[in-house]
T-cell receptor, first 113, second 114 residues
Framework: AQSVTQPDIHITVSEGASLELRCNYS??????LFWYVQSPGQGLQLLLK??????LVQGIKGFEAEFKRSQSSFNLRKPSVHWSDAAEYFC???????????FGAGTRLTVKP | DAGITQSPRHKVTETGTPVTLRCHQT?????MYWYRQDPGHGLRLIHY???????DKGEVSDGYSVSRSKTEDFLLTLESATSSQTSVYFC?????????????FGEGSWLTVV
């Protein structure tokens, strides 16, 4: 079965600094990969997803992620972080349909003024 | 925002009592899901439904049952709540089960079993 690891439980960055959140997956074939964001007390919102094609995926809110098959990674990036980006971020990997999706444990992002 | 309403949003209950969480959607989506979210585990699928009266188990289904008698409503029942079921429960919907379709999440139901 597929699985996903987010190595960083908590990251703190200064407002305006760049951000990279790490995600490593385990799956034998080409995976379906997702990044979700969860603001406090809210549900999850899809930031971006990768199915095939261009390995650099653009998402909402200025986020992008790059699929690297050789490293089994799908890291999320943003060039300049805003205070409103403070939230918890979840990477997810899927195989064939939505009920096979597996979520990582999440990375909590704190943004310093 | 997707039209998903979860009720109750917060509940404290005693061990051994039955609990039902309700999810109501206004999007007419075919698929509905119940997840639980626990620290260190992310979200894990409990049960899902692919149509009225059509349901199936997810990754962590033990101790839970579901029912879907109408397209818009998906109920999650804990027949006899235990402390290990203290969690945040999320309902989600998608138009189909294929990965081309985005999953939309509700705002969550916080359940504490004492």
């Amino acid at each position: 079965a597929q699985s996903v690891t987010q190595p960083d439980i908590h990251i703190t960055v200064s407002e305006g600094a760049s951000l990279e959140l790490r995600c490593n997956y385990s799956y034998g074939a080409t995976p379906y990969l997702f990044w979700y964001v969860q603001s406090p007390g809210q549900g999850l919102q899809l930031l971006l997803k990768y199915f095939s094609g261009d390995t650099l995926v653009q998402g909402i809110k200025g986020f992008e992620a790059e699929f690297k098959r050789s490293q089994s990674s799908f890291n999320l990036r943003k060039p300049s972080v805003h205070w409103s980006d403070a939230a918890e971020y979840f990477c997810a990997v899927g195989a064939s349909n939505n009920n096979d999706m597996r979520f990582g444990a999440g990375t909590r992002l704190t943004v310093k003024p | 925002d997707a039209g998903i309403t979860q009720s109750p949003r917060h509940k404290v209950t005693e061990t051994g009592t039955p609990v039902t969480l309700r999810c109501h959607q206004t999007e007419n989506h075919r698929y509905m899901y119940w997840y639980r979210q626990d620290p260190g585990h992310g979200l894990r699928l409990i049960h899902y439904s692919y149509g009225v009266k059509d349901t199936d188990k997810g990754e962590v289904s033990d101790g839970y049952s579901v029912s879907r008698s109408k397209t818009e409503d998906f109920l999650l029942t804990l027949e006899s709540a235990t402390s290990s079921q203290t969690s945040v429960y999320f309902c989600a919907i998608s138009e189909s089960g294929a990965y081309g379709n985005t999953i939309y999440f509700g705002e969550g139901s916080w359940l504490t079993v004492v």
